[in-house]
């Protein structure tokens, strides 16, 4: 048995995951036409890859095994991170996704362990989707609650423009440019349902309850609304454009 300090090779894989399907009455052999282990009972045919680390050439290699045979195992040596992590269950759902089958191996003192995670299979999409279906309609609320593209795709670590900031910004400039509203007042303004809330979380410290029901622009909301002039512009443009219609319209 290796101790902590040894370096584990691909080889060392080959042995548990070789118990693990004879103990369940399957031939297993190694190396065969470059897989590294095909396991065989009667017409079956499993394939399994064997590899230190979890990466694209493993998905790969595992994906071209698959026009072979439907039962792909990959074979890895079981992680030390979290495996309730974001991380580990993204890892899942692309496995599942590839309609591939995961074993993981250790290596305790006792023995090696191998412990069957997922089992090759067709991928349902659309039980996938349900699931999601609140993430979709999240999604597609924040798109539509934008007024225009504001952020570099791929950024990170970067303060980005949401809907929510896009509609703080949106009720700061209406407080500074009519002086103090209530949440209705700044509604029938174009604000939106989540007026309220907005004004009593205060997230970014831009407003003022200086009345029962009545809000108004902070010296800060003043100030800090001035680094985003592409959202004012927009605002005043639309408040404009407000104000014309309502003349065109009067007798």
Known sequence: MKNKSE??????????VRDFFMEKGFEVYGEVNHCD?????????????????????????????????????????????????????????????????????SFPKSGPVVEPVLSPGAFDRVKSKQGYKKK?????????????????GGSS??????????????????????????PRALRKLGTGEKT?????????????KIARGLYAVSETGKKEITLFPDQVNYYRELLKNAASETDEASP
């Not at 670590?157 to 209530?182: D, H, R, V, W």
């Open 157 to 182: 670590k970067t303060k980005l423009m949401t809907a929510y900031k896009e509609n703080c910004i949106q009720i700061a400039f209406l407080l500074e440019q009519f002086g103090p509203l209530s």
């Open 136 to 152: 979709r309609v999240k999604l597609l609320e924040e798109i539509k609650g934008r007024n225009g593209d504001y952020n570099v």
């Open 7 to 16: 370096k584990r090779y691909e080889t060392d894989l080959y042995e548990p």
């Open 37 to 105: 282990i095909a396991v065989v009972k009667e017409e079956e045919l499993i394939l399994v890859e064997l590899k230190l680390n979890l990466n694209v050439d493993l998905l790969v290699q595992a994906v071209n095994r698959q026009r072979l045979t439907d039962l792909v195992y990959i074979a890895i040596p079981k992680p030390k991170y979290n495996r309730r992590s974001k991380k580990w269950q993204d890892i899942l759902h692309l496995i599942r996704r590839l309609e591939l089958g995961l074993l993981l191996v």
């Open 196 to 208: 309220l809330p907005i004004l009593n979380k205060n997230y970014y410290g831009w407003y003022e």
